[in-house]
């Protein structure tokens, strides 16, 4: 069901010349949860999306399950499926309903029978705590609506790793909750989860481990209680400090 | 509430006065205006001659002629609601003579004309839809090849006169492939339109977030499925406005066919106003015909828009 993650000594080096990743290197265990904190442009969402080769590297590699993520060329799409992926925006289809939106990529790609799919995406839907708003349009749901559909949407490739870019962060805050409460429920159903967020109640609560990152650069990695121990005069409390306030 | 009907006043007046002043320019330089000829050259009422194509006797049952041929026995011909009949039961007729005549409504040139240039633009559109959703999608390619080859072909028609084109497609194009006038007339507009419409196709791909194609990608999506699934189906929309304008501007745009002799509407006025003097009227009833068209295509579309507007709402 859940797959490791291996990144490996990954350099990212945009066209502009940025630096965005510096030899990243990170395993995250199969059912395990790493949140990935750190200040604005140290390059969280570029780390995150090597993992599903939204962004290629200069260097290093990614392995799902062992498989090697940016030197096959073939099975791309396959590979992809293995890691789910949501965004700060929700990116939902806007012209499909909800169902279709999540119905879409199972019926195109892999060629499953409707009914298997519609079921699935219903108990899904059910899961995320939409089980009615299946004809609706995304523009009718509230933003913390349509990111649950979008964890759905996600969860109908049925992968082994889940990618959040701040989930939470485009949220009006009493919609917050209910994101993260369905991220919680497949935290504890084993999900190899990698989350980028500044909610660090979830990260006490739910991470196995935090990574600190900054300048492209893993800074600290540590489990949530030592990790939000004050250590005077770090970084890490300098950001801290900002964030919690 | 008073200062609008003012305005509109205003408009009205200067209307007026402009149709006055080209009334009393045209009264400077000697023209019979003969208006009443005009109609006869869109649609007619007029007696036609009908002729039999055999030889033989005539034979008469109510109102009903019909010719026994006597050269070949099996041979025989019918007229019926003749309106005038000049034979008479018994009457031996050669081939060619008229037995009779017929009134009815004939289409007349510049009909013929506007039927043409009707004819033209569809077909030109039709070709022209995927040939600029095909060069519009190769914009946005990130394949070298296919981007610099599209952006080519836009370069090349966006900046060459539409005339130059037809004359390339007419004697160029062709002549090596033997195409007949029509079918190159309708190559050449449809090659210049499909660039125009790989230009609005394009800006409509651009106009969709990235995030769209990101999201279809990382469901595991090939670039084709998030393309055809995801992009276009929105894209599309937001096209439609820029692509009727087109379609208006390549019916103004297919008068320019006339010149390798497509009688189009263009070329039916040019001949009409040869057989009758009367340019003025003939050129400002071809302008009048053209905006009926266009006009009507544009309220069409209007509506169409607005029901588009509300289906998204
Ligand atoms: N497509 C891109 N092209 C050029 N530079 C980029 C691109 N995406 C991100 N960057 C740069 O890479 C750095 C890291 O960005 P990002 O990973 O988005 O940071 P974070 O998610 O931690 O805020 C930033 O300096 C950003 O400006
Ligand atoms: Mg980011």
Known sequence: MSASVEICNVSKLFGNGVRALDKVSLTVAAGEVVCIVGPSGSGKSTLLRTVNRLETVTDGDVLIDGESIHTASKQLNALRQKAGMVFQQFNLFPHLSVIDNITLAPLKVCAEPVETVRQRAQQLLDRVGLGDRGDSYPAQLSGGQQQRVAIARALAMQPEVMLFDEPTSALDPEMVGGVLDVMKALASDGMTMLVVTHEMGFARAVADRVVFMESGRIEQIAQPEAFFEPANGSRLDTFLGQVLR | ?313
């Open chain 2, 1 to 313: 509430m008073k200062s609008r009907w003012f305005w509109h006043g205003v408009y009205g007046f200067i209307l007026l006065a402009l149709a006055v002043s080209i009334y009393a320019a045209s009264r400077t330089v000697d023209y019979t205006w003969r208006w009443d000829r005009v109609p006869d050259y869109i649609v007619a009422y007029e007696d036609a001659d009908l002729r039999t194509t055999l030889t033989g006797i005539v034979e008469i049952t109510d109102g009903r002629v019909q010719i026994i041929g006597t050269q070949d026995a099996a041979a025989a011909e019918s007229f019926a609601d003749l309106d005038e009949i000049l034979v008479e039961d018994g009457d031996y007729v050669f081939d060619g003579d008229v037995i009779g005549s017929r009134s009815g409504w004939r289409i007349g040139p510049l009909a013929w004309g506007l039927v043409v240039t009707l004819q033209l633009s569809i077909l030109a559109l039709l070709f022209s839809v995927p040939i600029g959703l095909l060069a519009g999608l190769g914009r946005v390619s990130t394949n070298p090849a296919a981007r610099n080859l599209a952006a080519t072909y836009v370069e090349i028609i966006r900046g060459t006169p539409l005339l130059v084109q037809i004359f390339i497609f007419y004697f160029f194009v062709g002549t090596v492939l033997s195409l007949s006038r029509m079918t190159a007339g309708v190559a050449a507009l449809a090659v210049f339109t499909g660039a125009y419409i790989a230009e609005i196709v394009r800006a409509g791909i651009e106009s969709i977030p990235k995030g769209q194609m990101e999201a279809a990608r990382s469901l595991g999506m090939s670039y084709g499925q998030a393309m055809r699934h995801v992009i276009l189906p929105q894209a599309m929309r937001r096209t439609l406005p820029p692509m009727a304008g087109q379609l208006i501007n390549l019916i103004k745009d297919s008068s320019l066919v006339s010149v390798i002799a497509i009688t189009d509407l263009t070329k039916a006025g040019r001949e009409v106003v040869n057989s009758t003097f009367s340019p003025f009227e003939i050129w400002f009833t071809v302008a009048g015909m053209y905006l009926v068209l266009t006009a009507s295509l544009s309220l069409v579309i209007r509506r169409f828009e607005l029901r588009l507007a509300r289906a998204d709402g």
